[in-house]
């Protein structure tokens, strides 16, 4: 079973910058495509970015595009969101997410993932 970690999530002021981080367990994460989604209050968790098990390629849900920036450390077991110029709208709690099998970054459903993560809250100030 894999585990995965999210952190580095907080209050923040908008226009502010946060990098989140996701550990993962286990000896096969560099073979796993990792995404992130969100879920502010009262809505449905959204896609946000995925990378795909080499780190090679990336995709973005068109609302954070330019905004937010996902990578990997396979090195490290860990996957990255970088987020930039922070607004009121993205608080929210954010998941990160794995699928087996050297997937692409195409992975932007929910039921494509195998494990997840508990989450970290973000929480933007105006």
């Known amino acids: 079973q894999v585990q995965l970690v999210e952190s580095g999530g907080g209050l923040v002021q908008a226009g502010g910058s946060l990098r989140l981080s996701c550990a993962a367990s286990?000896?096969?994460?560099?073979?796993?495509?990792m995404g992130w989604f969100r879920q502010a209050p009262g809505k449905e968790r959204e896609f946000v970015a995925a990378i795909n098990w080499s780190g090679g390629s990336t995709y973005y849900a068109d609302s954070v595009k330019g905004q937010f920036t996902i990578s990997r450390d396979n090195a490290k077991n860990t996957v990255y969101l970088q987020i930039y110029s922070l607004k009121p709208e993205d608080t929210a709690v954010y998941y990160c997410?794995?699928?087996?099998?050297?997937?692409?970054?195409?992975?932007?459903?929910?039921?494509?993932?195998?494990?997840w993560g508990q989450g970290t809250q973000v929480t933007v100030s105006s």
């Open positions: 997410a794995a699928q087996r099998g050297y997937g692409s970054s195409r992975v932007t459903r929910e039921t494509e993932y195998d494990y």
């Open positions: 286990g000896r096969f994460f560099s073979s796993y495509a």
